[in-house]
């Protein structure tokens, strides 16, 4: 009996054990973006990489006397995250570190202005693109008929965000100006009014966002040359292809009914208030 007992045991585990290499099998198949989308949901949390020193799209704010990270890509996560069913963790960082955590599978999804290269689109899946301001120089006021074009920051100091696009741009529009990286855009800022730094590039509506809260800068009447690959979209690992349609899903939508412009001017607003 006790033997019978013990092979009936040892039969029915050798079955489950066969019906759980069966499943193994079916997960293994499914493909690597079903599961990305499935896991956020099951967790309930989406987890986000920014880089909150770019106002109106990511920032530190108080609320109710609370420091909060606030700005238009907040909003448009918090829609996203709507439509999925889930809570949003986020995690602030260095831009200069924010795809790289994404790369290391640290967070699911990056949001912070990032723009769609080419380049990027190597190493990482994009959304749909979301918003496209260009590109500009910011100056001091009292510089206004000094650094009137290209040519005239030549040899001077010229800021850029490390590890963003404004970093190549230097590069390749100001070769003969001396490029100074800085990993947090409102220590440029602090480098301009000092005057250890000349000019900054930085994207159009980023700038006037922090001309308003430093009245003594302004934007210089100089072209640079867009390219067509500099829009915001969300960052996401590669082949995320379901997760991927519902966060296409949901921009579209923001898009349409004019949602993401209404983000913009309401944090435009907020980033004001919290300068004056
Ligand atoms: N759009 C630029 C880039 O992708 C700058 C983004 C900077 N974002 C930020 N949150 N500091 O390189």
């Known amino acids: 009996m006790k033997k019978f007992l013990s092979l009936l045991a040892t039969g029915l585990m050798v079955m489950t054990m066969a019906a759980c290499g069966n499943d193994a099998k079916a ?3 499914k493909t690597t973006e079903q599961d990305s989308l499935t896991a956020i949901k099951e967790a309930g949390v989406l987890k986000v990489a920014t880089s909150a020193d ?7 704010a108080l609320v109710d006397g609370k420091d909060k990270i606030v700005g238009a890509d907040v909003d448009l996560i918090a829609e996203l995250a709507k439509d999925l069913g889930v809570e949003v963790e986020y995690m602030d960082m260095e831009f200069n570190a924010v795809l790289t955590a994404l790369q290391q599978g640290k967070v699911d ?8 290269t080419l380049e990027r689109q190597e190493s990482f899946d994009f959304s749909v693109n979301y918003y496209n301001p260009p590109q500009v120089v910011v100056i001091n006021k009292k510089n206004a008929d000094v650094y009137t074009d290209l040519a005239s920051l030549k040899g001077k100091n010229v800021g850029a965000q490390k590890g963003s696009i404004q970093e190549d741009i230097v590069t390749a529009q100001l070769p003969d100006s001396t490029k100074v990286s800085v990993p947090k855009v409102p220590n440029l800022i602090v480098e301009l009014n000092q005057g250890s730094i000349e000019a900054l590039v930085l994207e159009k509506t980023i700038a006037e966002s922090y001309i308003y809260q430093n009245p003594d800068l302004m934007l210089a009447e100089i072209e640079l040359t867009s390219s067509e690959d500099e829009a915001y979209a969300i960052a996401l690992p590669k ?29 435009i607003q907020l980033a004001n208030q919290q300068a004056e």
Do not use: M
């Not at 999804?109 to 769609?116: F, P, Q, R, T, V």
């Open 239 to 267: 082949d995320s292809g379901d997760l991927k349609t519902e966060i296409d899903k949901s921009i579209q939508k923001l898009i349409d009914n004019g949602q993401i412009e209404e983000f913009v001017d309401k944090n």
């Open 109 to 116: 999804i990056a949001i912070s202005g990032i723009s769609a």
């Open 54 to 60: 770019f106002a109106p799209f990511e920032f530190h």
């Open 27 to 29: 997960e293994s198949s």
